[in-house]
């Protein structure tokens, strides 16, 4: 059985950081792009970054460019995403998804993965 957790949100004033994790289990992580997404109360979902199974590739959607990072390790089994310089409406619940690597692409401008397993989300809300 394949489970997915996030942990790591909270509140946080603007311009302020936190770091969220990911930990999957019940898969081989390695053979997993990782995302992250986050959703808004009225909102749609919105892609926030991905990463290849090696952590070479990265993603971010233009929201976040230059403020959060992504990053993984697969010793750990473990994903993160560093937010910086966060601003309220980066207010979310943040998701963790993984992908089967297998016809998979992820590029500075590109992220092309079959999410298929998803996580019960950690909250983010920044205060202004």
């Known amino acids: ?3 997915v957790v996030e942990s790591g949100g909270g509140l946080v004033q603007a ?9 999957a289990s019940g898969l081989t992580f390695t ?8 959703q808004a109360p009225g909102k749609e979902r919105e892609r926030v970054s991905c990463i290849n199974w090696s952590g070479t590739s990265t993603y971010y959607a ?7 990072t992504i990053s ?8 993160y995403l560093q937010m910086s310089s966060l601003k309220p409406e980066d207010t979310a619940m943040y998701y963790c998804a993984s992908g089967a690597t297998l016809g998979a692409y992820v590029s500075g401008d590109y992220c092309k993965v079959d999410f298929n397993y998803w996580g ?9």
Not at 16 to 23: A, D, I, V, Y
Not at 72 to 79: E, F, I, Q, S
């Open 1 to 3: 059985q394949v489970l």
């Open 72 to 79: 993984r390790d697969n010793a750990k089994n473990t994903l």
């Open 62 to 68: 233009d929201s976040v460019k230059g403020r959060f």
């Open 120 to 128: 019960q989300g950690t909250q983010v809300t920044v205060s202004s």
């Open 15 to 23: 311009g302020g950081s936190l770091r969220l994790s990911c930990t």
């Open 31 to 38: 053979e997993y792009a990782m995302g992250w997404f986050r």
